[in-house]
C-alpha cells in the first residue's frame, strides 16, 4: 500500500463543506509533521495547512478561518475540514510529510480532487 492515501473529495456548491482524510501506513506518522497542500489547473503547488507532532497547527492565509487540519495517531489519519468552499479552492488536494512545498516530502500521496462549481 502507498504510503499516503488521500480521499473526501468532489464536487461541492460554493459555501459547501467537504473533509478530506489521508491514511499513512509503513512509517512512523505520529512523529511527522504533516501537511495538506493543494494545486489548481496551470498553478504551482501551493501549502494549505500544516499539523505537527504536538499537534501545533498553521494555515494559509487564504483557507485561514475556513479550513481546519487535524491528526488521530491511533488511527494513521490526517484530516482537513474544509468549510465555505470557493472557486478558488478547486485543486488537486495532496498529503505530504513536512511544511514545505520547495523541498521534496519523504512522503506524498498522489492526490484527491476538489472541484468547487455552482
Known amino acids: 500500500q502507498a504510503p499516503l492515501v488521500e480521499s473526501g473529495g468532489g464536487l461541492v456548491e460554493p459555501g459547501g463543506s467537504l473533509r478530506l482524510s489521508c491514511a499513512a501506513s509503513?512509517?512512523?506518522?505520529?512523529?511527522?509533521?504533516m501537511s495538506w497542500v493543494r494545486q489548481a489547473p496551470g498553478k504551482e503547488l501551493e501549502w494549505v495547512s500544516g499539523?505537527?507532532?504536538?499537534?501545533?497547527?498553521g494555515y494559509a492565509d487564504s483557507v485561514k478561518g475556513r479550513f481546519t487540519i487535524s491528526r488521530d495517531n491511533a488511527k494513521n489519519t490526517l484530516y482537513l475540514q474544509m468549510s465555505d468552499l470557493k472557486f478558488e479552492d478547486t485543486a488537486v488536494y495532496f498529503c505530504?510529510?513536512?511544511?514545505?512545498?520547495?523541498?521534496?516530502?519523504?512522503?506524498r500521496g498522489q492526490g484527491t480532487q476538489v472541484t468547487v462549481s455552482s
Open positions: 509503513g512509517f512512523d506518522f505520529s512523529s511527522y509533521g
Open positions: 499539523i505537527n507532532s504536538q499537534r501545533t497547527t
Open positions: 505530504q510529510t513536512g511544511w514545505s512545498v520547495r523541498v521534496t516530502p519523504d512522503y
